[in-house]
């Protein structure tokens, strides 16, 4: 069974960064595109950053140019890079990935990690 494992959330100032992690592991897989979503308090969980297997990137508008992702493939790993934090970046930021096994396909979610932002 396919995990994704998120960490390096945490509390943080604004202005501040973080990186977060997140490693798939559980069995014989291919992983094709990846992305973090965010989650915040009382709203839906909306889009972040995605990488597909070719590295091509897309992000929501609010975090471009202070967000990176990036992807180990070797180490089925995919990092999100925050810079500049700012306290609306406060949130539960879940891992994801499209995983494949022969002719099978399905999305996975991690656990989430909490980002919080003080100013």
């Known amino acids: 069974q396919v995990q994704l494992v998120e960490s390096g959330g945490g509390l943080a100032q604004a202005g501040g960064s973080l990186r977060l992690s997140c490693a798939a592991s559980?069995?014989?897989?291919?992983?094709?595109?990846m992305g973090w979503y965010c989650q915040a308090p009382g709203k839906q969980r909306d889009m972040v950053a995605t990488?597909?297997?070719?590295?091509?990137?897309n992000y929501a508008d609010s975090v471009k140019g202070r967000f990176t992702i990036s992807r180990d493939n070797a180490k089925n790993t995919v990092y999100l890079q925050i810079n500049n934090l700012k306290p609306e970046d406060t949130a539960v930021y879940y891992c994801?990935?499209?995983?494949?096994?022969?002719?099978?396909?399905?999305?996975?979610w991690g656990q989430g990690t909490q980002v919080t932002v003080s100013s």
């Open positions: 994801t990935a499209i995983v494949s096994v022969g002719r099978s396909e399905w999305r996975v």
């Open positions: 559980g069995g014989v897989f291919s992983i094709n595109a």
């Open positions: 990488i597909t297997s070719g590295d091509n990137t």
